[in-house]
């Protein structure tokens, strides 16, 4: 089904695709959030039909999940017995969840039709403040966008990687468990 990026992104409440007022606000928030916090949060950013959209087009690949279990430090390293017990390398945690990889989501689906939109990735970049020749999309053709889901009782540790920022539609809430962000 082919989508229109403008129905499902609240353009009226965030104009960030066209210059201008409106979106210079929002840089100022995002900006003033992203300084202290290295989070920012655009609340009601999809609009209800732009959340059932991508919801649906999720629920129909979900079985492609992959799904992992392990037990991970923050780092992603093995254990380093080496290390005194309070190291925060040796503090390890469950990690369990699924993704559904990149290449199941259409160039035409919803989730594609908001992150390709023209004027959406130089949004975040100047959110970010990056230069043109230091931002860059994940070239991962498995990867650029995955959704992650979570059943009951799975979990997903703090962890550092190796992107440099990531932009995450929050599809849908919990019925239990938390999702929070730590400042730095
Ligand atoms: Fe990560």
């Not at 403008?6 to 979106?23: C, E, F, H, S």
């Not at 920012?40 to 919801?55: D, I």
Request: hydrophobic share 40%; charged share 25%; net charge negative.
């Amino acid at each position: 089904m082919e989508h229109a990026a403008d129905d499902l992104i609240n353009l009226r409440k965030y104009p960030v695709l066209t210059p201008g007022p409106g979106r210079d606000a929002i840089l100022q928030q995002v900006r003033g959030d992203l300084g202290p916090r290295g989070c920012a949060v655009l609340k009601g950013f999809l609009t209800p039909a732009g959340v059932a959209a991508a919801v649906a087009e999720t629920d129909g690949v979900s079985d492609k999940g992959h799904r992992s279990y392990s037990r991970t430090n923050a780092y992603f390293t093995a254990d380093d017995p080496d290390l005194p017990a309070s190291d925060p390398r040796r503090r390890f945690f469950d990690r369990s969840n699924a993704f559904i990889p990149a290449d199941n989501f259409r160039s035409d689906g919803a989730l594609r039709s908001i992150l390709d939109k023209e004027g959406f990735d130089a949004f975040i970049r100047d959110c970010l403040q990056e230069p043109e020749d230091r931002f860059f999309r994940y070239a991962d053709p498995l990867a650029d966008v995955i959704v992650n889901a979570a059943w009951e009782g799975n979990g997903f540790p703090w962890h550092f990687d190796t992107n440099n920022f990531t932009v995450t539609p929050a599809l849908q809430n919990a019925e239990w468990g938390v999702f929070s962000n730590m400042p730095r």
